[in-house]
């Protein structure tokens, strides 16, 4: 069975900075394509970034260009998201996400619960 | 960018009625378009993948067609469990994309 375990959300004024992580079991992780997700509150989806099996390709939104930074350590079935010059605006729940093998065409199969950002003073 | 419109927006819906939700792209995405039902606290969840394949564990009363622009769900005999927000999605090019969402409610 498929497992996304998220962690690192938080409270978090404007400027800060986080890390969530996202813990991954009951599959080969370093064979899948990983995405983070958010989810604003009361609003629709948005695709945050992707990032290939091996860790070499990465994707990220235009809106967190410059200030987010996927990652994984597949010695630890370990997806990251750096979070820097955080605005209010990215206050959001955001879900870890499995893909398959590759980037571009599939889809998202399993989800995380959530953990939830907000930035705020 | 490639952007996705639904409709309708919001659709309340008695049991064992046929519901029916399309998700237009604004340019062609062959077929790499998926659709996704979300409940209330509840994280996403995969239904149709590839715009007509179901995925592993959904009912057989949810399918999907269409391919380029035009995409459908359909719900065929709704039922209590179905009331959901339903969200296409598609992940042919970058940014990927979600569609708005279509807010299904029991009657």
């Known amino acids: 069975e498929v497992q996304l375990l998220e962690s690192g959300g938080g409270l978090v004024q404007p400027g800060g900075s986080l890390r969530l992580s996202c813990a991954a079991s009951?599959?080969?992780?370093?064979?899948?394509?990983m995405s983070w997700v958010r989810q604003a509150p009361g609003k629709g989806l948005e695709w945050v970034s992707d990032?290939?099996?091996?860790?070499?390709?990465?994707y990220h939104a235009d809106s967190v260009k410059g200030r987010f930074t996927i990652s994984r350590d597949n010695s630890k079935n370990t997806l990251y998201l750096q979070m820097d010059s955080l605005r209010a605006e990215d206050t959001a729940v955001y879900y870890c996400?499995?893909?398959?093998?590759?980037?571009?065409?599939?889809?998202?199969?399993?989800w995380g619960q959530g953990t939830l950002v907000t930035v705020s003073s | 960018e490639i952007g996705l419109t639904q409709s309708p927006d919001f659709q309340s819906v008695t049991p064992k009625e046929k519901v029916t939700i399309t998700c237009r792209a604004s340019?062609?995405?062959?077929?790499?378009l998926h659709w996704y039902q979300q409940k209330p606290d509840q994280s996403p969840k995969l239904l149709i993948k590839?715009?007509?394949q179901s995925f592993s564990g959904v009912p057989s009363r949810f399918s999907g067609s269409g391919s380029g622009t035009d995409f459908t769900l359909t719900i065929n005999s709704l039922e209590a469990e179905d009331a959901a927000t339903y969200y296409c999605?598609?992940?042919?090019?970058?940014?990927?994309?979600f569609g708005p969402g279509t807010k299904v409610d029991i009657k």
């Open positions: 999605h598609q992940s042919s090019s970058l940014p990927f994309t």
């Open positions: 996400a499995k893909k398959g093998f590759t980037i571009f065409g599939v889809p998202i199969e399993d």
């Open positions: 590839y715009a007509s």
């Open positions: 990032i290939s099996g091996g860790g070499s390709s990465t």
């Open positions: 009951g599959f080969t992780f370093s064979s899948y394509a």
């Open positions: 340019q062609s995405i062959g077929s790499s």
